[in-house]
Each structure stands twice: as C-alpha cells, then as structure tokens.
C-alpha cells in the first residue's frame, strides 16, 4: 500500500494543467485554461482547468475533480493506478506502507506473475514476427482472417511454437522461476518436465483495464489434433476469467467516448470490429456473462448493446445475460446478425458505416426482443403466452429504476396486450419475493422550537433539497471563513405570557452560523454526499482554523472532489463565453453572505416542517398511527407555528 507521505509528495509535485496537457490541447484563458472536452464530441470549447486552485471542471458532461480524477475518468486508472501514474512522471519513489512477512511475499508472487506473463507475451509476439514457424502458420493465420499488420501489433497477438516445451526452455534461460511459470499455467509440469500449454496455437493476450497482462487465450490451428479449439489461462491470483474481458484496455476510451459498449462473444470478433471502426467492444472471452464483467463495463458507461449471430444457443446465451445486466442498472439492447454471419464476417465484408448503420438499426430494446424469441416458442398458446408475460415481467423486476420499471411495464402491456394493472400487480409481486421493504423517512420530533430531522435516504431526484443541501456546501467552501452580520430575530414572553419580537444583529463567522443553526435544530444533510462532504469541512474548519480543500479532496472517491469542483468553478463559466465582452457581468455574492446564509438556511428548515406536516396529514388519512385524530391536529399546529416564525424571519431576510 502506497504511504500517505508518498501520496501527499504526489499532490504537492503535481500540476493538474502539465498533466492534463499531455491529454488535451489548452489555451490560456484569464487565469485558467480552456480546451475542449476529452469527454464529448463538440466544436466549442467547455473545459476548464484552474491552475491556481488545482481542478478541473468539464462543463460539457459535468465531469470534475483534481488532477488524480482526470487520471481515473480519462484513463481510468484506479486510485492507486493514478498515484503511481504521478509518481512516475514527476520522479517521485514510491514508500510501500510496513507489511508482514506474509503480506510481501503474496505482493511479490503476484508482482511476479505479472512479470512472467508479459515476458511471454513479449516472447509468442517475437516468435510470430521472427521465428519461421511463427511466421509460416501464426502471422498466416492472422492475415487470412483479414487481420492487418498494425492491428495485430496493437493488440499483441503472438504465436506460441509447435515444440513440447520450447518456451519453457526459453523462459527459464531467461531467469524465470519455474514456479511462477507454472501458476500462471504457461507451463504445466507433469512427472516428464515441463510442457506448454499453449503449443502450436496462436495466441491472444489478455490485459487488464491498466494494461497489465493477466492471461491468455489461445486458438489451436491444427484441424487433426484432437484438443480444445480454444484454450484459456487456468485461475490464478492475476487471472479470473469471470472477472475479465477481452479487449477492454484497447477499447476504454472508445466505450467511454461513445458512451455505449458492444459485447461479442470471441476474440476475433472484437479484433475484426475494432479494425472496422467500431473500437468500443469488448468480448467475454466464450464464458458465461457475469455480475464482475457488467461492473467492469459500468465503470465506462451505462449502456450495453449486445451482439449475437442468429443461431438459437446464442439467443438463449443472450437472453440469459440480459437479466444479469439489467440488475446492475444498465441499459441493454440486443443486435443479431443475418443467419451465418456473426461480427467477425459481418464487419469484414462491410464498411465502417454499413456496420454502425446496421447496428443502430438492428439493435432491439431487450422487450421487443425477448418479446420476439419468446413469442415464436408459444405459437398462440395462450399458456405459454402467459408463461412469456411472466418472464418478461421477472426481467423488468431487476432493473433498480422504479421511472424505467413503470416505462417498461406500459411497453411490455402494448406489445403482448395485457393491461397495464395486470402487469403492475404481477410486478409488485415477484418485487415482494426478492426485495427488502423501503424505509420510510422517520419522524420529526418538535419541542419549543427545535426540529430533529432523522431521514433516510431519498433519491437525488428533482427535488429543493438537493439544492438547498448543495447550496449549504456551495457556502461552506466558498465563503466559510468569512464574517459576517446576521440579523436574528429572538421570540421571548412578558409577564402576562405575550410573545415579544426583538431584533438583534451578530457578527460571526460563516461556518459557525452554519454550523450551530443546524445543530440547534438537530438537522441532519439527507443527501449521503452532502452528509460526508459537510462533517469534512466543518471538522477542518474547527480543528485546522481554515479550510484545507486539498486534503478532502485527496481520497479514493472522486465523487467529493467533482462536488468541489462543479462549486469553485461554477462562477468561472463566463470565461468560457466572454460574457464580460458582450457587457454581461456575473453578481459578486461576497457582500451579501450574511443574507445568503440566513436566506438558504431558513429556507431548508421551512422545507423540513413541510414535509413533515405532510407526513402527519398522510398518517391522519391512512390511520397507520394509534394516536387519536386531535392529537395529530396539535402536531400539525405546532409545526404550523414553527413555519409560520422561519416565514416571519424568511420575510425579513429578504
């Protein structure tokens, strides 16, 4: 594990607008620079880099963060991947935290067995371009299946020789232990020595989605010997064959700019497509899609069209994996291709805009699809039909979007004309067998003013207390430490018991007013980022004296430092359109931060008691409580009196 010295050396050394420029054209903007967006295709440009703050903003596809964000949304490196990525280009060593004995010798193992896979890619590549054989029956072989010389040098591909052990013998001239070479299952040692496993086929690298080669799968040539055609890399600690696809390091940048990702089923498959255009693909390699392979795919985009030649195993194969997919919240279509042709003949015999055109014409959503193939099997049986509905509906109750379930339920009761009730009542049902219940937002308890919010989560929908939330953060960061006057309005009785209104003016810092507002109301954020983004920055505001963005903006989670971002950069957008040329002036807030807080503040106590005096209302209609109706009307009195005093002081506010 990389030490948190070596980490904070990284961000101190680092200039986001050096990095960034290697990846992006950028022209000096005022005191930032602009380019245009790596993220999206567009003539104008909308990204904004800020040296003096050290982030980034793309106002395009709303993307931002510091310079390690880029480095996992352009090259999407992992955390560590980008510290390491950093380090190297500055110079920087790298400390590894203590570890055990044991814990340095399972990071070397596997440190090695990287090391030996590359070394046998290097070597089958070699021997494709350079040893006779290689290149009599390997390079052959590529060519002939239309493969050009410079795809198969970009994705590595080799040939490994016809010889019992010939790179055994090779590898361990070249120092390597017999030991890794056996666990990465390039050899196999039986009571004879060592054996090839890959001998006499030419071979496809396998990598990771950092490059790195973690296996390989191989295609025997020979149509005499009696073996698998196709041969993969056994398990090991660099190789699970569930949890990796072929093409996806060649492929991300496409998938991510596309914003779509086409799954195949073999490696030529992604190797012939690529070369015709379409480089955002990917292959399962011939196994079985897994919840592991979606993920990986998640990580670049939403979206997956899945692509099948017409025969009935892989339309079954299809149909199995579209749940899997839509239970990972992904969009899914499927695209099948003419009888005898599958995407390796179908992209070779047709050009790059005959092959887009044909995909986005092709590609059915998984409804009409399913529909289709499941239709044909129940030839007007009205129990079969029925049977199909279920099906159709058990899919729908995986996708986690209740907007695209409903979507889905009105498409699916049109296409098999079935009503929709029916449908609903049949989805509520397979929900019932396999999801836990909603929680609800639990009570607000009132006491002489106080107001405590205890929610659970809700969505981020459209909704004011989003924004209210993200305002409260937009000034803590903003304008946190400054001081300004506040103009509060206390309620207190006389003798007799008559409310007297005082008004009384306070100076205090931002954060602090903030903060006790809050904490005297006992209300909580609801949002769950909002929630950890506010308790980082009033614990650095309380304990640091200061604000100290940088640091909460060095974590693993990128989607803090975006929130950070989108907020320091918001007002610099006029950059971008030389608003200020066209007499077009962007209203300075700093010198009204007093009414600003109270205002929002004030606001989004306001909402909470809505919200709750609709909770109470809906109780007193359904009955759920045992509490007698008056009772429930002295609640809502009571928080119609707390909105009443927070309108009082709203209206002064403003």
């Known amino acids: 594990m990389i030490t948190r010295s070596t980490i904070d050396q990284v961000y101190e050394t680092a200039r986001v607008e050096e990095v960034i420029g290697d990846f992006v054209v950028l022209k000096k903007s005022g005191s930032n620079f602009k380019g245009l967006s790596p993220f999206s295709q567009e003539r104008t440009p909308s990204f904004m880099v800020s040296p003096v703050k050290q982030i980034w903003k793309d106002f395009s596809s709303g993307k931002g963060g510091n310079v390690v964000a880029f480095l996992m949304e352009h090259e999407h490196f992992s955390y560590p991947e980008a510290i390491r990525f950093l380090a190297k280009r500055y110079n920087i060593e790298i400390e590894e935290t203590q570890q055990t004995e044991e814990e340095k010798e399972k990071a070397n193992a596997k440190e090695s067995l990287y090391l030996v896979n590359q070394f046998a890619q290097e070597s089958f590549e070699k021997d494709l371009w350079e040893y006779p054989e290689g290149m009599a029956i390997g390079l052959s072989y590529y060519r002939e299946r239309g493969f050009k010389d410079e795809t198969i040098r970009f994705f590595g591909l080799g040939y490994a020789v016809d010889q019992k052990d010939f790179f055994y013998k090779k590898a361990l001239k070249a120092g390597y232990s017999e030991e890794y070479l056996v666990a990465t299952g390039l050899v196999i040692k039986n009571d004879y020595g060592g054996v090839d496993r890959f001998r006499g086929r030419v071979i496809f690298p396998i990598r990771s989605m950092g490059g790195r080669v973690q296996g390989f799968g191989g295609r025997i040539l020979s149509s005499t010997t009696k073996t698998a055609k196709y041969l993969n890399s056994p398990e090991s600690d660099v190789y699970h064959k569930s949890q990796v696809l072929y093409g996806l390091y060649e492929s991300k940048k496409a998938i991510a700019k596309e914003d779509v990702c086409y799954l195949v089923e073999g490696y030529t ?12 693909v990917v292959s399962s390699s011939g196994t079985a899609l897994t919840p592991e392979q979606i ?35 992904m969009n899914v279509k499927i695209c099948t291709f003419p009888d005898g042709e599958d995407p390796d003949s179908f992209a070779k015999a047709h050009s790059e805009e005959e092959i887009k055109d044909y995909l986005i014409d092709s590609a059915k959503d998984f409804i009409e699809f399913k529909t ?12 079969k039909k029925a049977a199909t509905v279920r099906e159709i509906v058990m899919s729908i109750s995986k996708i986690p979007d209740p907007i695209q379930q409903e979507i889905y339920i009105k498409q699916c009761a049109a296409s098999m004309e079935v009503s929709e009730p029916v449908l609903f009542n049949a989805l509520a049902q397979e929900q019932n067998k396999t999801q836990k219940p909603v929680r609800k937002i639990s009570n607000i308890q009132g006491q002489e003013g106080s107001v405590i919010q205890k929610a659970s989560q809700v969505e981020q929908a459209v909704n004011p207390l989003f924004y209210l939330e993200r305002q409260i953060i937009n000034i803590l960061i903003q304008y ?13 009785s006389d003798e007799e018991g008559n409310l007297i209104e005082e008004s009384k003016t306070i100076l205090s810092k931002v954060h602090e007013k903030v903060f006790l507002d809050l904490q005297q109301d006992e209300v ?16 650095s505001y309380q304990l640091e004296g200061e604000l100290k963005l940088e640091k909460i903006m060095q974590q693993e989670d990128p989607g803090l430092g975006k929130i950070i971002s989108d907020i320091l950069l918001a007002d610099e957008v006029h950059q ?33 008691i809505d919200q709750k005096i609709q909770s109470l209302l809906e109780e007193v209609k ?25 309108s009082k002081k709203l209206n002064r506010v403003l």
């Open 269 to 280: 498959d992604v190797i012939q497509m690529y070369q015709n255009g379409i480089e955002n």
């Open 295 to 329: 993920r990986l795919i998640r990580r670049l985009t939403s979206n997956i069209v899945v692509l099948f030649d017409g025969d009935a195993a892989g339309l079954r194969a299809a149909l199995r994996g579209v749940d899997l997919i839509l239970e990972q919240g």
């Open 372 to 383: 289709d193939i499941l239709l044909k099997d129940a030839n007007n049986d009205p129990v």
């Open 480 to 492: 946190g430490n400054h001081e300004a006057t506040f103009d509060e309005l206390i309620m207190s």
């Open 524 to 539: 909580e954020l609801i949002q769950p980022e909002f929630q950890s983004l506010y308790s980082q920055l009033i614990e």
């Open 576 to 608: 971008l359109h030389d608003w200020e040329k066209k007499n077009i002036f962007v209203k300075d807030r700093q010198n009204s931060v007093g009414q600003l807080v109270s205002e929002t503040i004030l606001t989004f106590r306001r909402y909470l």
């Open 622 to 646: 359904e009955k759920k409580s045992g509490k007698l109706e008056t009772e429930f009307l002295e609640d809502v009195m009571q928080y119609q009196s707390l909105k009443k005093l927070l």
